[in-house]
């Protein structure tokens, strides 16, 4: 069972100052002083306030069970990769993978590198010992502000995650991707309504309400 962070208005923090940062600056700032989310993932010593989505979508679609071999795509900092060990236990294989380079997590292989490169797959199969029965990216690019290129580098990611979830997947493995709303593109849909027998998509409430983004979870790769 996951504990939600505590909620409630409470009182407010205020930046010190705010000299010499801009005005979106300062409050991206107050709005993570006062997420109760960024405060809890300090208090638990979790390396972001994006662990929470993967334990909020664990516990509602039960996607990590000990002993499974996991792949976190662009896992910096590795806010989902600390949950995915604990979640897996001493069985587990988790392989974490980012082009940037990212602190080493306790219980985990940690590679560096781009997921697109051709012998990407096969490292990762290497470092976990078999095929991966859970493949997740959080994976999202840097915005532009504009609507339409946003939503169309977003779902570029998402579907080059999935080709690489099905090269790597054990029969019966399942995938999980940042996505926005609106939904999965009806391309990369059809291949996972055909690849996969269950397809959701899911907004966790540690996703914020102003954002767009949700995520979708495909189960039961057919292989």
Not at 42 to 59: T, V, Y
Not at 80 to 100: E, S, Y
Not at 175 to 186: H, I, R, S
């Amino acid at each position: 069972m996951v504990k939600q962070p505590p909620g409630g208005r409470g009182m407010s923090t205020r930046l010190k100052t705010a000299e010499g940062r801009s005005t979106a600056s300062q409050r991206w700032l107050t709005r993570q002083l006062n997420d109760p989310y960024v405060k809890e993932a300090k208090a638990r010593g979790l390396r972001s306030r994006a662990a929470f989505k993967l334990l909020e979508m664990d516990e509602k679609l039960h996607l990590l069970k000990p002993g499974m071999r996991v792949v976190d795509l662009g896992a910096a900092p590795g806010g989902w990769t600390q949950v995915a060990v604990q979640a897996v236990g001493a069985r587990g294989q988790v392989v974490a993978l980012d082009i940037l380079p990212m602190d080493p997590v306790p219980g985990a292989t940690v590679l560096q590198g781009d997921f697109q490169e051709a012998e990407a797959e096969a490292r990762v199969i290497a470092a976990m010992g078999g095929r991966a029965d859970l493949v997740l990216s959080d994976m999202a690019p840097n915005t532009t502000g504009h609507t339409s290129t946003d939503h169309l580098r977003i779902m570029g990611l998402a579907e080059l995650a999935l080709d690489f979830a099905r090269k790597v997947l054990a029969p019966g493995g399942a995938f999980a991707a940042k996505v926005l709303q609106g939904g999965t593109e009806a391309e990369m849909l059809a291949v996972l309504k055909r690849d996969f027998t269950s397809v959701k998509h899911v907004k966790p409430p540690a996703s914020r309400k102003d954002s767009a983004e949700m995520y979708v979870v495909a189960l039961g790769f057919r292989g």
